[in-house]
């Protein structure tokens, strides 16, 4: 791709992009049916596993040989069950006929914890069987589409895409638990009521996983947390996202028809598509009704 891309439509479908045109994905699916996130989105489980199966397939058919998906993912507990989201999608991905390479914790500050009425800080019922534990963590699940050709990168190009080991010792990316703050969810925020993963993931992904002028692609775009590091990052970018109520969300974070001190604005073409949604009022409605009956 030459050019920087977003389609509000579903990632079934990315027509919009040719085979093996992408270099990297770097994502994070909605939660399925997360009560403060996602409540009731999906009309089941199967039909969540039957979109990620879709979508890893197109996922497969644009992705350039040897190159990486990388998935922020996490296991959902909705009224007391467990869904193995984390597993399933790893089974899917490895059904399709990527390579399982790497699985990355990512953990929270302990600080950061979503209050909930799980046992939590305080046991609820200091009894046995009682016992649910706040979660700190999440999965960054890797897979290959194939063995990369490390002979097939010019050498100006690997050398403008050397990682800087400094940093990289610093802030220990060489290990496979990642300790990084999460977006903490502000009144006042861009990405207030939406589930965005912060900068540092994709800032860390898109240097370990990809050269300078490559194009990454987020299927699952939310707010373009994915996109706008990328584009700092001399990368192209190409975005999905089903929901067209955050096309002004998106346009203020990526600087799109807006221009700035710090110089002009970014140059996305943009596509609407027939299957957009608008999602986001009711959800956030639902994620209300839900707080007010916790707090009952």
Request: proline share 5%; no cysteine.
């Amino acid at each position: 791709m030459d050019k920087n891309l977003i389609v509000f439509g579903n990632a079934q479908s990315m027509k919009e992009i040719g085979d093996e045109s992408v270099h990297l994905v770097v994502t994070s699916p909605p939660y399925f049916n997360a009560p403060f996130d996602y409540p009731d989105m999906f009309e089941s489980y199967e039909e969540f596993l039957g979109i990620m199966r879709n979508v890893s397939r197109e996922i497969m058919r644009v992705l350039k040989w040897g190159r990486v998906a990388a998935l922020v993912v996490d296991d959902t507990l909705i009224k007391g069950k467990k869904y193995p989201v984390v597993a399933d999608i790893t089974k899917i991905f490895v059904e399709e006929g990527f390579r399982y390479r790497e699985r990355i914790v990512w953990v929270k500050p302990e600080g950061y914890i979503r209050i909930s009425r799980r046992s939590g800080v305080l046991l609820q019922n200091p009894y046995p069987m009682y016992y649910y534990p706040d979660n700190l963590q999440e999965s960054i699940l890797i897979f290959q589409k194939g063995e990369f050709d490390y002979k097939s990168i010019p050498e100006d190009i690997r050398e403008a895409s050397r990682i800087d080991l400094e940093e990289y010792q610093k802030n220990k990316w060489y290990l496979n638990v990642w300790y990084i703050t999460n977006v903490l969810p502000t009144h006042n925020r861009l990405e207030r009521g939406i589930a965005a993963f912060p900068e540092e993931i994709p800032y860390r992904l898109i240097k370990l996983f990809s050269y300078k002028g490559e194009t990454v692609l987020d299927p699952f775009m939310g707010s373009g947390t994915t996109l706008k590091v990328a584009v700092e990052l001399g990368r192209k970018a190409i975005g999905y996202e089903i929901d067209l109520e955050l096309l002004d969300v998106i346009r203020k974070k990526l600087n799109i028809g807006q221009n700035s001190l710090l110089g002009n604005s970014n140059e996305f073409e943009i596509i609407v598509r027939e299957d957009a949604k608008r999602l986001r009022s009711k959800l956030q409605e639902k994620v209300k009704q839900i707080k007010r009956v916790k707090k009952g």
